[in-house]
């Protein structure tokens, strides 16, 4: 199996910088043949459910704002949040789906300092 | 609007049986993986399964294998998830969730509010 490796497991950030959430994975999750990272980020907030961020590594889902951004290849990879608002409180969550079964990192809780 | 609701949770004993339901509509319910994904009470995400968009293919996480089935049916624009030999572990929201496609090695790009499933005696 997968193991996807999230740090920090918490964060606090001042409105208005940069938060950076980490994710390391115990194998690649580039597809060759394709030269795609099956690897997507999601936020879920108290009481709801995940809501999708990030595809592909980098591809931002439609609606979300673009102060929110993914990067990465191969293992290890990247979400960061640019001039952080209050509405961004939330847990992280990264997720793999390139081999069942599928798996997700343990979250990483984001509040403002 | 994609909407996804989950239904069957609740209460059951230690070794019994529960089916989930979840009516989807808003899309093209045929054209798309489904999975089920759990959380326990104030832990993270689990990923329990995926269906491919005919029902052809299926995928378990080791910890539910054996004892949960997911299914389809394409002409209800239904998903399920039979869950025999409950365990105290199983306990959780799940979430029924729509893949942004048709192939099951894909995102999740919609998820149901989830249902409570709680074994206990």
């Known amino acids: 199996d997968i193991v996807m490796t999230q740090s920090p497991d918490s964060l606090a950030v001042s409105l208005g910088e940069r938060a950076t959430i980490n994710c390391k994975s115990s194998?690649?999750?580039?597809?060759?043949?394709?030269?795609?990272?099956?690897l997507a980020w999601y936020q879920q907030k108290p009481g709801q459910p995940p809501k999708l961020l990030i595809y592909w590594a980098s591809t931002r889902e439609s609606g979300v704002p673009d102060r929110f951004s993914g990067s990465g290849s191969g293992t290890d990879f990247t979400l960061t949040i640019i001039s952080l608002q209050a509405e961004d409180v939330a847990v992280y969550y990264c997720h793999q789906y390139y081999s069942t079964p599928y798996t997700f990192g343990q979250g990483t809780k984001l509040e403002i300092k | 609007e994609v909407r996804l609701l989950e239904s069957g949770g609740g209460l059951v004993q230690p070794g019994g049986s529960l089916r989930l339901s979840c009516a989807a509509s808003?899309?093209?319910?045929?054209?798309?993986?489904m999975s089920w994904v759990r959380q326990a009470p104030g832990k993270g995400l689990e990923w329990v399964s995926v269906i491919s968009d005919s029902g052809g293919s299926t995928y378990y996480a080791d910890s539910v294998k054996g004892r949960f089935t997911i299914s389809r049916d394409n002409s209800k624009n239904m998903l399920y998830l039979q869950m025999n030999s409950l365990r105290a572990e199983d306990t959780a929201v799940y979430y029924c969730a729509k893949d942004g496609c048709s192939s099951t090695r894909c995102y999740i790009n919609y998820w149901g509010q989830g249902t409570l499933v709680t074994v206990s005696s």
């Open positions: 194998q690649s999750v580039l597809y060759s043949s394709n030269n795609k990272n099956y």
């Open positions: 808003g899309f093209t319910f045929s054209t798309y993986a």
